[in-house]
């Protein structure tokens, strides 16, 4: 067998770092679900688990001079101008997500909810890599790429269509569709921001911190409305739900490193892989009710699969090279 390529080689490394990331995402999923559950309001588990988020990447941001040397020029890009503020905004679109999990997750369980994401999440990807946005510049869109990604998002709309016939509403994916487009933009900003400071830690603590902001925002107009805590996790089985936070930092610091090799695009598709792996694994070793693992949920792990060999071929583009710095 011939082995790969030494230029397809930082592709494929960076490509397993986004896979792994991306079933971070899944756990992340099933705890959120349950952590708004046992809340009582989706907003306060996204709090909970941005509170989290931010207090990890804090501790590693003080114990690191590399990390503050980079914070500290951080704000001279945009005291200069150089970055442009609202490339910060990243955080908003990570609280949408993290409400989109608490919110759907127990209704229609991790897989589905992974099916409705990533469809609205390479969506984004095809649209947000014809731009300037991504830190490795614009790609083109090839017939092969734009190929592989309607092979993804048929495969999903197969595996979905069982969902919806056993009564899964139509109104559930919405919300995950809508913050998986927005997580493309999302992860390109996020690129940006470690490519000008050369710190994937900068570049998470700037969603943990814009997204708690706004999540803080949204906890203090749902309380005025009347919404109370329901409670909090005190049970000895439960601790895991609390790791949303943890499993986030992971997601959001490994595709701020892999961005600029694969392009959001790319990153997208392994993200999705990932996500989608670990969501079958969830569903099938622990199910909640609205999950559900099938031949056709299998199948369409595999469509998955396929889109995103396809997507790799050389003719589809080239691999993307090193950050662009801002």
């Known amino acids: 067998m011939t082995a790969p390529s030494p230029s397809l080689l930082p592709v494929l490394g960076a490509g397993l770092l986004t896979v792994i990331a991306g079933a971070a995402m899944s756990l992340q999923g099933r705890a959120n679900g349950f952590l708004g559950a046992v809340l009582g309001h989706a907003v306060f588990a996204a709090l909970i688990s941005f509170v989290t988020g931010l207090l990890i990447v804090s501790a590693v941001l003080l ?11 951080l704000l001279g890009l945009l005291r200069t101008r150089a970055l442009p503020w609202w ?51 614009k790609q083109r869109l090839s017939a092969l790429r734009i190929l592989g990604v309607l092979v993804v998002i048929a495969a999903l709309v197969y595996g979905a269509h069982e969902r919806i016939g056993l009564g899964v509403p139509l109104w559930a994916p919405l919300l995950p569709f809508a913050s998986g487009s927005l997580t493309a933009a999302q992860q390109a900003c996020n690129g ?16 943990f911190t814009v997204g708690l902001i706004a999540l803080g925002l949204a906890t ?30 992971l997601f959001i610091a490994f595709t701020a490193l892999t961005v600029a090799r694969l392009g959001v695009l790319l990153l997208s598709l392994f993200s999705l892989f990932g996500n989608l ?11 909640i009710p609205g999950s559900l693992v099938s031949p056709t949920t299998i199948l369409s792990a595999l469509g998955v699969l396929a889109g995103i060999v396809i997507t790799l071929m ?8 090193p950050a662009c710095r801002t």
Not at 230 to 246: K, M, N, S, V
């Open 63 to 73: 114990c690191s001079a590399r990390s503050r040397r980079a914070a500290i020029a």
């Open 192 to 207: 940006r921001i470690r490519a000008a400071t050369g710190s994937a830690v900068v570049a998470t603590a700037v969603n």
């Open 87 to 137: 490339m910060l905004l990243g955080g908003l679109s990570g609280g949408l997500v993290v409400i989109a999990q608490a919110t759907t997750v127990p209704v229609m369980g991790v897989a589905m909810f992974t099916m409705a994401f990533v469809s609205g999440q390479i969506t984004g990807g095809l649209i947000v890599d014809a731009t300037r946005l991504p830190p490795g510049g």
């Open 220 to 249: 203090a107009v749902i309380m005025v409305a009347g919404v109370g805590w329901a409670g909090f996790p005190t049970q000895p089985d439960q601790w895991w739900i609390l790791l949303g936070g943890a499993l986030g930092v």
């Open 277 to 287: 792996a670990g969501a079958l694994l969830l569903d099938w070793l622990l199910p």
């Open 314 to 321: 050389p003719s589809a583009g080239s691999p993307r090279g």
